[in-house]
């Protein structure tokens, strides 16, 4: 009793409550300063252009007005720089997550041979690269991939940093299970995809989810690799209507009236940002436990 007496005293200091109010207003401001400007870009996208034009800011539509959307979805670039975009950010992080399982599940084995040299050897790589030229060369020149998707999916395949993540999850898994699956008379190749990989779940979930938001937001690749705009990811098509501040052949775009340059770059960009929205509860379970289990271990 004088325990429990003694904690709730303690839990009801002035230094816990001075520290839980410092606490709660950071935690109030970076709600403010996430939510704040989203709701600027949504409030734009749906309003007409006498509203959008106002000086200040806009968290709560005055008028209701879609045109911008219109406008936005009867441009057919959109669609298919979704279309590459899907394609890209389905195919590199199915490619990814199959690299990282492939190459951390090894490094995770006491017994691989010169486990230690290969594991600094990847460490060694997230410090020093070839530089922007020499990727260029390589992909352009000596793979001639450019303006392919292939150029878009492999380069960053891999990245040391994430397989050091799934390689200590692997390593945190005991190694009875193994021994017991071997017993049982399966090969390194059954146990890796039938035990291993399930139990992994949380860590590979994590990872996907990365490699997802990396693939769905990149454009500086697409800007360096591809040429025909037809090819054009969908971010790399939003840098250009937010740089250039109007859609291509937008004239030819029926069924819509005057257009505040505004209202279509907020649409283009909510549209460009709702999969990714939509996408992140059904992972966001798995990723604290996954970003933890994964950095414990050295």
Same mark, same amino acid.
């Given at each position: 009793? $004088? ?12 230094? $816990?409550?001075? %520290?839980?109010? #410092? ?14 400007? !989203?709701?600027?870009? #949504?409030?734009?996208? =749906? ?7 106002? !000086? @200040?800011?806009?968290?709560?539509? &005055?008028?209701?007005?879609?045109? +911008?959307?219109?406008?936005?979805? @009867?441009? @057919?670039?959109?669609? *298919? ?10 195919? +590199? ?22 486990? &230690? ?5 990847? #460490? !060694?790589?997230?410090? !020093? ?17 450019? $303006? ?18 799934? *390689? ?16 049982? @008379? ?27 938001? %990396? ?57 460009? #940002? ?14 604290? &436990?996954? =970003? ?7």
């Amino acid at each position: 009793m $004088n325990s429990e007496k003694n904690r709730k005293k303690k839990k009801h200091s002035p230094a $816990n409550i001075a %520290f839980d109010t #410092v606490l709660y207003i950071l935690l109030f401001l970076i709600m403010a300063i996430t939510i704040i400007p !989203f709701m600027e870009v #949504v409030t734009i996208s =749906v309003s007409p252009p006498s509203v959008a034009s106002e !000086f @200040g800011l806009h968290l709560i539509p &005055k008028e209701l007005d879609f045109s +911008g959307y219109k406008k936005v979805f @009867g441009y @057919g670039q959109i669609w *298919r720089s979704y279309m590459n975009t899907i394609v890209r950010t389905l195919i +590199g992080s199915a490619l990814s997550l199959v690299l990282y399982i492939i190459g951390a599940y090894p490094l995770s084995k006491k017994n691989l041979p010169h486990r &230690k040299f290969w594991t600094l050897f990847i #460490v !060694f790589t997230m410090y !020093f690269s070839g530089g922007l030229i020499p990727s260029y060369l390589l992909v352009n020149n000596i793979l001639k991939i450019s $303006n392919t998707l292939w150029a878009l999916v492999l380069p960053p395949a891999m990245s040391a940093y994430t397989v050091i993540i799934v *390689r200590n999850f692997f390593e945190s898994i005991p190694d009875e299970l193994d021994d017991s699956a071997k017993i049982d @008379g399966a090969n390194d190749i059954t146990t890796l995809f039938r035990i291993m990989v399930p139990l992994a779940k949380p860590c590979l979930a994590t990872v996907s989810l990365w490699s997802i938001v %990396f693939h769905w937001n990149a454009w500086f690749d697409c800007m360096l690799y591809i040429q025909n705009e037809k090819n054009y990811v969908l971010q790399m098509l939003l840098r250009k209507i937010l740089i250039d501040g109007q859609i291509q052949d937008i004239s030819l775009i029926p069924g819509t009236g005057v257009v505040n340059t505004e209202t279509m770059k907020m649409a283009t960009l909510v549209v460009s #940002v709702i999969p990714i929205i939509a996408i992140y509860p059904f992972l966001q379970k798995y990723f604290t &436990k996954g =970003v933890m289990v994964g950095s414990v271990k050295g």
